[in-house]
């Protein structure tokens, strides 16, 4: 898909030894400590779940999560299977997020089992030395050197330096005539990592900042070149807090920022990157380090099966079907009878998956993935009909033809359905266990 070349090609390759080094790190500080016993039975399958809608609402826990955890780790603390955690947030640091986990979850979880929207932003190198634009909420400054940026600009700091420029609100305007304090260095690329507080501030600025090319003492220019690199993080449309109904997310924001760009240059918005859920990226890390957990743990048999536990369609459920997809056109390719199968089908070789600079980029970043299937599966305590009884066949939940996926994204059917609908968590685990006869001792 579109969306995603243009995020791939953001990457820059880490060399081998360091992404050794980086996997030697994971699960040193958790309980996936020390070696595993032989007899106890040794998982070849890993969980992938999403925070907000299946773990918690807002601040408040969901009563099942607890359950399905006790579930999860051994009467030592030690996980029974490697656990990754995968969430659209990016308004804290990923260390802050398993403080959060480990006292809602009564479990230890440390950083390297935490995946944040912006979390593959360490790996746009070519960015990390330029001025940047920061949006977002909660410690943004920190939490873009956090991720490699070294020359960072926040909206509030373009505030104070061009006051004139924020309009909207009458009681924030400048009460006596001021002139610009331009101690600013140029911008030369935007960060979005998630929805702000004064919306109405960030896109005038945004917008600001891409018409004039960076340069805020100089008027709107004729867009006649490009505008500067702008990477996004977080396309949820809407997120499940502690309200009945679903609420704004950092998806409307782009959606209100595309439009508003759209309708005065005539012109799309495009996108340097664009990450988080759906993000085949953000899965294809969420694998590298279920692999590293397994690593840690000693564990024999290779991990081939992913679940992802979500509960929103669009991003959730789209995502893992669409790393499912990736996984299994990789089998494909490397698997004689399975191209021959194909060929034999279409009476072509052009259906057949190519080698493609997306698998180079990963393969020589995360190394190749053990997983040949990541299978979905879709709780009803989210954004997801939260009342509503659960239907037999999963396929029934899709009563909508709305799409509420990015606009960068096609949307298609058979990535959001998926391959479980279950009440919530806990009856995600016993699924899960069920499905792959696995007995935690």
């Known amino acids: 898909m579109r969306g995603l070349l243009t995020f791939y090609r953001g990457l820059h390759t880490l060399s081998n030894r ?77 260390q802050t997020k398993a403080d959060q986990l480990s006292h809602i979850l009564g479990v230890p979880i440390t950083q390297d089992q935490v995946i944040m929207s912006h979390s593959p932003l360490r790996m746009f190198k070519k960015f990390h030395d330029k001025c940047v634009l920061v949006s977002g909420q909660g410690p943004v400054l920190e939490i873009a050197k956090n991720v490699g940026f070294n020359n960072v600009v926040s909206v509030d700091m373009l505030r104070e330096s061009f006051p004139l420029l924020d309009m909207v609100d009458h009681n924030r305007r400048p009460k006596l005539p001021s002139n610009p304090v331009a101690n600013l260095p140029k911008v030369e690329a935007v960060v979005l990592f998630g929805e702000p507080i004064r919306w ?65 240059t005539g012109k799309d918005l495009k996108y340097e990157a664009l990450m988080g859920k759906p993000s085949e990226l953000t899965y294809h890390f969420a694998e590298y380090l279920i692999r590293s957990q397994a690593m840690q743990r000693q564990w024999k048999h290779p991990i081939t099966s992913l679940y992802a536990v979500g509960d929103n369609l669009m991003t959730d459920i789209y995502g893992a079907n669409l790393y499912n997809r990736y996984l299994e056109e990789r089998v494909a390719r490397n698997n004689p009878k399975a191209i021959a199968k194909m060929v034999a089908t279409t009476g072509s070789t052009t259906a057949v998956p190519q080698e493609d600079e997306i698998d180079n980029l990963w ?79």
């Open 18 to 94: 360091q992404a050794r080094r980086i996997a030697g790190t994971v699960g040193s500080r958790c309980g996936f400590c020390g070696t595993q016993s032989n007899s106890k039975p040794q998982p070849n399958f890993g969980l992938l779940f999403d925070i907000d809608g299946v773990l918690v609402r807002g601040r408040m826990p969901i009563p099942a999560a607890k359950k399905a955890f006790e579930k999860l780790v051994d009467s030592q603390g030690q996980f029974v299977v490697p656990v990754v955690f995968v969430t659209n947030a990016g308004n804290c640091l990923r």
């Open 200 to 264: 109405e501030t960030n896109l005038q600025l945004i917008i600001d900042i891409l018409l004039t090319n960076g340069n805020l003492s100089s008027v709107h220019l004729a867009q006649t070149m490009p505008h500067l690199p702008l990477l996004a993080c977080n396309m949820d449309l809407m997120w499940m807090a502690e309200a009945h109904s679903p609420r704004f997310g950092h998806g409307t924001f782009l959606v209100c920022l595309e439009n508003i760009y759209k309708k005065i």
């Open 363 to 441: 393969e020589s970043e995360l190394a190749l993935p053990s997983a040949t299937s990541c299978k979905s599966v879709l709780v009803c305590t989210g954004v997801y009909n939260p009342k509503a009884e659960v239907p037999s066949d999963a396929s029934h939940c899709i009563k909508e033809t709305v799409f509420h996926g990015h606009r960068d994204f096609r949307f298609d059917l058979a990535l959001v359905e998926p391959g479980h609908i279950v009440q919530d968590v806990a009856e995600a685990v016993d699924l899960i266990f069920e499905q792959e006869k696995f007995v935690p001792q």
